[in-house]
């Protein structure tokens, strides 16, 4: 397939070159030129000047950036804008995790242009990006599903049709919120039983083998305790989606209290500078709490 791809960050370096592995078509984008000039030599993708001229001809267009306003852009623009260089009957596919609210306002947009879009959010970070088993949860016609099933195999191993267009998004940001809430606990667990005098080898231990296990357990115990935060997902941008958690829950009329206190974890440690990197950080923000440092 004739594939635009625009968004070459962490994530979207590592599913653009799946895509171009599995032998489609690709014309690249990305806000930093050189970036976007060193995978277009790597991968033997065409460089795009523009969103829009990466849109030309191109059957499908993804983006993976950071948030709403950006796929706004990149999609919409008046004069860069995909939508200008794209043709009708193109599908567009944001990868990116935006909410529910703007992915409709987008997807609206792009319908009067006789264009449909899937939102599809990805959950496994970078290791899955990079050896192509992300899960994505879709929103969207199920029709368009079918039609983007070559990018989703090409970047991922599950598909999960959650609904109409925003229900990947809803689903995707209360995932998010869990898994965060869940990374707090951990760091919360982790300095308790510093401080206690456990043994916290024999701690991770006898949680990963009972009910306390978790995948947050298995990627973020260690970072936290050697206080290394290589970004994999990087903490302004969990931030950003537990936000967009808090904002459904509001809309719904119902409370997530665990959400918010982890909304604020976040903030205190991104406060602190380490919204760059790893959310494994949120342990420095406990940590000031706790004036206790593993």
């Known amino acids: 397939m004739r594939v635009a791809f625009l968004g070459l960050g962490i994530m979207g370096s590592r599913m653009a070159a799946n895509v171009a592995a599995a ?19 790597e991968h033997s993708a065409r460089l795009a ?12 267009v993804i983006t993976m950036v950071v948030d709403g306003p950006q796929v706004r852009s990149l999609l919409l623009d008046d004069e860069r804008g995909a939508v200008i260089g794209a043709t009708p009957g193109t599908l ?5 995790t935006i909410g529910p609210a703007q992915t409709i306002a987008i997807g609206r947009a792009l319908a009067e242009h006789g264009m449909p879009l899937l939102d599809a959010p990805v959950t496994g970070s970078s290791p899955k990006a990079q050896d192509g088993t992300l899960t994505f949860m879709v929103g969207g016609d199920p029709a368009d599903v079918e039609r983007a099933r070559p990018m989703f195999e090409a970047m991922g191993s599950l598909v999960v049709h959650a609904g ?8 995707k940001v209360i995932s998010n919120a869990v898994a965060a809430s869940n990374a707090t606990v951990l760091g919360q667990a982790l300095i308790v039983g510093a401080a206690a005098g456990a043994d916290l ?8 083998a009972g009910a306390g296990g978790s995948m947050m357990l298995d990627l973020k115990a260690g970072p936290m305790r050697r206080h290394d935060y290589t970004p994999l997902f990087k903490l302004d941008q969990m931030l950003k989606d537990v936000s967009l958690c808090l904002d459904e829950t ?3 009329g119902v409370p997530f209290p665990f959400a918010a206190l982890t909304r604020e974890v976040l ?15 949120l342990i420095e923000a406990l940590q000031g709490a706790a004036d206790k440092r593993l």
């Open 250 to 252: 509001r809309a719904a």
């Open 164 to 171: 109409p267009l925003g229900q990947g998004q809803l689903v």
């Open 201 to 208: 080898d024999a701690l991770v231990q006898v949680m990963a």
């Open 92 to 96: 567009f596919l944001d990868c990116s």
């Open 267 to 281: 903030l205190t440690a991104s406060a602190m500078g380490h919204g760059e990197e790893d959310f494994a950080s």
């Open 23 to 41: 032998g489609h078509q690709l014309a690249v984008w990305n806000r930093t030129r050189q970036t976007a000039e060193t995978f277009a030599g």
């Open 49 to 60: 000047q523009t969103p829009r001229d990466a849109a030309a001809d191109a059957e499908i």
